[in-house]
């Protein structure tokens, strides 16, 4: 179950949002919801390592590469240390 969260903002503030969100076909909650994730998602260096990974997989499986591909060319700086 969701739990509410009370902020209080400038009514001007307000406004716009609420006209940003109406213009997206979107409610006010959801936008600050979006926000906040982003917000958190931004700061947590853990999902940014995943995310870095996984974007890396991806390119590295265009271009043909595979994980013995990968795993020789780590073996291979390390033996250069």
Do not use: C, H
């Not at 979107?26 to 995310?51: C, F």
Request: proline share 1%.
């Amino acid at each position: 179950m969701d739990s509410q969260m009370l902020i209080r903002i400038d009514p001007e503030l307000k406004e716009k949002i609420t006209q940003y969100a109406r213009a997206e076909g979107k409610n006010v909650s959801q936008v600050v919801r979006e926000l906040i994730k982003d917000y958190v998602k931004n700061r947590d260096i853990g999902a940014y390592i995943d995310d870095l990974w996984a974007r890396t997989g991806t390119k590295l499986r265009r271009k043909g590469r595979t994980e013995a591909d990968i795993a020789a060319a780590i073996k291979s700086v390390r033996a250069k240390e």
